[in-house]
């Protein structure tokens, strides 16, 4: 590696974790309303393996090299003309998608990178999905945060949970929904959530659910069911589960339609974090800084090792984030 390159976690042609490698790459530069950051920590998400092995083929065709991560926390060393957010040495964190998924980015103020995985990354400035890191959030968990924890906050919005009502998490053992828990249980709700083993059904109740279930024994009456990993074949399944006038609401991409929960008695909404300003950089710092949002870390590993980070967070499905240190 020379001063004017840098390592990166890549994806060579679509395929399992096992053909990432690491990869020597020329340090990207940025333009007008970008910034470069060293990357400090970065975290490795569903979103990474599935564009990888060709899960979204259909609405993006890769073109390769293809540079992984979405969460970072890191240092500004460079600024672009007309940025005015941020300044060389601020420490920042956030999400943004690989530049190649701009389609499910923002529309208005897109928060795209050239890939967090890496030593160094270019982000577009003007966007809420990054902000200046407070003292007390350290790398790491700022890092773990931003998708996790932004999610969290938005579909708190979007359940609008009442106290003593009574909600199935689908996916409770991903990192989305170990942050979740907590914050129905703050909520009032009672709580039933899908754990595999027994392990993640004392991690869940430990963070306060009140039962686990597996996948296919779904408690019947719930006001509401949270998906947070079923795609739409799943649906009917998770949508019996509900009473006459519940609602489901689904993190899952692309956006399920009402059709495929073959119900036409209850309601249906989608939810994608955007980091706007209500769930962005900001809206995360202060909820983790006031003890509101916490996502457990599982296992770290180097850059160095993020090929068996990738594949250890696709084969053994860890409980927590991922973390890859720069």
């Known amino acids: 590696m020379t001063t004017d390159t840098m390592r990166a976690l890549v994806a060579t042609g679509y395929g399992d974790p096992e053909q990432l490698t690491i990869a020597e790459l020329a340090i ?133 949970i009442r106290p003593g009502e009574s909600v199935l998490v689908i996916g409770a053992t991903g990192a989305v929904g170990l942050t979740l828990i907590p914050n129905l249980a703050t909520a009032g709700a009672e709580i039933t959530a899908t754990a595999r083993t027994t392990e993640a059904a004392e991690l869940l109740r430990s963070l306060g659910a009140h039962h686990t279930v597996g996948y296919d024994c779904y408690p019947t009456g719930v006001d509401v069911v949270l998906n947070l990993a079923l795609f739409a074949d799943g649906l009917p399944t998770a949508a019996r589960s509900l009473r006459p006038g519940g609602r489901l609401i689904s993190i899952v991409f692309p956006p399920p339609e009402p059709r495929h929960l073959e119900r036409d008695d209850v309601k249906l909404a989608f939810v994608m974090q955007m980091g706007d300003e209500t769930n962005g950089a900001w809206a995360v710092a202060e909820a983790a800084t006031a003890g509101r949002l916490s996502t457990p870390i599982a296992r770290r590993y180097s850059l160095d090792d993020g090929v068996e980070a990738a594949i250890d967070y696709a084969r053994r499905h860890p409980l927590g984030k991922i973390v890859v240190t720069v």
């Open 28 to 160: 990207p530069r940025p333009g007008p309303g970008q910034i470069l950051v060293k990357i400090a920590a970065s975290t490795i998400n569903p979103t990474d393996m599935r564009v990888v092995t060709g899960g979204y083929r259909e609405l993006v065709d890769l073109q390769f090299p293809y540079t992984l991560g979405n969460e970072f926390a890191g240092t500004v060393t460079e600024a672009g003309p007309d940025v005015t957010r941020f300044r060389v040495d601020d420490e920042i964190f956030g999400m943004a998608l690989p530049r190649q998924l701009r389609l499910a980015a923002d529309l208005v103020r897109p928060s795209l990178s050239t890939g967090a995985l890496a030593d160094y990354a270019v982000f577009e400035a003007d966007t809420p999905a990054l902000g200046h890191r407070p003292a007390a959030l350290g790398v790491e968990q700022a890092a773990s945060l931003p998708i996790a924890g932004g999610t969290t906050l938005a579909i708190m919005d979007a359940a609008k």
